[in-house]
């Protein structure tokens, strides 16, 4: 994909053409997002504004038609997400601001795509009637789902940030996006606003819910960006790597997140990266 990165660098033209084509491919929103998010890390807003208002286009016409207003609300998102990591430099303040897009986005999502989310209501009641399982209120699987399509859309914007940003490591930048990676670590103003919100959510319930499960992706990639950066100081290599998701997957299963979760804010107090020696110093040590 380096290839498509560079093409769409040399020229706005390129960048509005791909974002248009791979706007109008069904489930490839995604990589055009991340061509949005390329223009806008490398060239700003006033650049990326353009692109996006061509880039909309296909999005418009897929809302219209089907009532889907997924991949409009993702280029939104990257949009605004991308100036953000533009000006602060700071994935943990993209993480911030993605969960609290996803609250936003809640109320949003009613209006947009009433549908849409009306067809995932009764196609839901139709699969546990068919398997002999009481069906919930109506009312409780719409609010469901429309806090499940929130929190989807705006994890699709942060992986499609991270794919531009990527693209402008490997071309601008060689290694910066692991680096950056494996150095993230929210500051402890962050880390408590964001278990805030699952103490709130967790709490309160009901509607409030929206808060604790937005908040959960912005404090578990942190947790997979600290045992990422352990592992490479340690030099352990992708075996660790490969092990360790296995445990997360298959041993911890349901627990992995919350494990995760409580890595992060451990390592918002404590900075366990701080405190672990890379291979190198243990062999010049002995």
């Known amino acids: 994909m380096s290839g498509l990165a560079k093409w769409v660098m040399k020229k706005r033209l390129n960048a509005i053409i791909g974002v248009m084509a791979f706007g109008l491919i069904p489930m490839m929103f995604w990589l055009a997002a991340a061509i949005l998010g390329l223009v806008v890390l490398r060239k700003g807003v006033k650049e990326g504004i353009s692109v996006l208002v061509w880039g909309c286009l296909p999005a418009l016409v897929l809302w219209v038609l089907q009532g889907d207003a997924t991949a409009l609300m993702v280029f939104v998102d990257v949009m605004l997400l991308g100036y953000l990591l533009r000006s602060t430099m700071s994935w943990s303040w993209v993480l ?34 068919s398997e002999g399982v009481e069906a919930p209120d109506k009312n409780l699987i719409f609010s469901q789902a429309v806090v499940a399509v929130s929190i989807f859309q705006v994890v699709i914007a942060v992986v499609s940030l991270f794919l531009a940003r990527k693209w402008q490591a490997g071309l601008y930048n060689p290694g910066g996006l692991r680096t950056e990676f494996h150095q993230l670590r929210l500051p402890v103003a962050i880390s408590l606003a964001l278990g805030g919100m699952i103490l709130i959510g967790e709490s309160l319930g009901g509607s409030f819910i929206v808060l604790s499960q937005a908040a959960i992706p912005a404090l578990v990639l942190p947790g997979l960006a600290l045992v990422h950066g352990v592992l490479a100081k340690k030099e ?19 627990y992995f997140a919350n494990v995760l979760v409580a890595l992060c804010v451990i390592d918002s107090f404590v900075n366990i990266r701080s405190r672990i020696q890379g291979k190198a110093s243990n062999s010049s040590d002995s």
């Open 96 to 129: 911030l601001a993605g969960s609290i897009l996803a609250v936003i986005s809640t109320l949003l999502q009613p209006l947009l795509m009433t549908d849409v989310l009306n067809l995932a209501v009764a196609l839901v009641q139709k699969v546990l009637v």
């Open 236 to 254: 352990i290599g992708v075996v660790g790597l490969i092990a360790f998701y296995l445990v997360g997957f298959f041993v911890l299963n349901v």
